[in-house]
């Protein structure tokens, strides 16, 4: 691995990705959830839907753009040309390597995605294809891993494919309800709301955690070879500590969450315990940024039984 401008792009993009996908399948649920009580113009819970609602639509532009950014650098990484080159080069990496293969997938996931957003329908043809859109991303963003060094079509890819999607449910809800909706229900009218969205990004999130946390155990013990020595030896497994490390300070916050914070507020419905609550999720969502950009930087550095033969 050699750490230069085009490295550095790679990762930028890639953390992009992480953060623009995550924070539009978040809105996109939280959305869903508050649709029922946020549709009437004087509702409570009406500038937390709008706001789910627009995070939607421009977190699935950014991941486009995201994912355009990122395939300029790759083509300028596997030709070792400048950026300005590798325009020239992109359509013969589209054709003729997995890589362009995995981020058509992808690619034409996020376009649909987007699509959806911008949609003004919210029957059960949308959800479907949403949740379609959010699969082929999931899919292709696995296959640009290092899953895929053991064939297209294999477990280890199966068992990626579902930790991008248990870990892009779990973090979109963070992100999204912490940096951008729950906020928009301080108000005292809207404390039921609050309270009702609490619990299901509670529950929705401790679901998504054991399998993030099965599929990761999975994909550690590959990426290390089997021997959790070479995690003290590689690069790989420098950056995966510092994921775990923040991964384990996003748990530790949505524990304080769930077992104190929410049930204190559900007693009380208390505006200094919604305060507790919401800034909790909010260093949470903070925390949750830094594992997406740790997962990119994870992603473009060789895995330890590779990087030490």
Known sequence: MIVDGLWIGQV??????????AFAVGSAL?????????QGKAAPARLAWLRAQRSFVTASIVLLLADLGWLLYEAASMSAVTLPHAFGVIPTVLAQTHVGY??????????????TALSSSTGTWRNAFLWLAVIAIAAGKASLGHA?????????????????????VWS???????????????????????IRTALQISN????????????????AVRGAGGSFSTLELSTWGHVLMLKLALVAMVLALGAMNRFSALPRLRRTASTMDAHTFTNLLYLEALAMLGVLVAAAALSHVAPAFAALG
């Open 30 to 38: 939280l959305g869903a959830w508050l649709v029922k009580d946020g």
């Open 204 to 219: 929705v999130s401790l679901v998504a955690v054991g399998f993030v946390l099965l599929t990761g155990i999975f994909n």
């Open 172 to 194: 979109g809800l963070v992100i999204a309800s912490g940096l951008a909706v729950l906020p928009a229900l301080g108000t005292s009218t809207a404390r039921g709301m609050l």
């Open 12 to 21: 930028a993009m890639a953390a992009l990705m992480n953060v623009a996908f």
């Open 148 to 168: 895929a060094d053991g064939g297209t079509i294999s477990e280890a890819i199966g068992v990626h494919v579902l930790h991008v999607l248990a870990a892009t």
């Open 102 to 115: 995995a981020w058509s997938v992808a690619f034409v996931g996020a376009l649909v995605l987007l699509l």
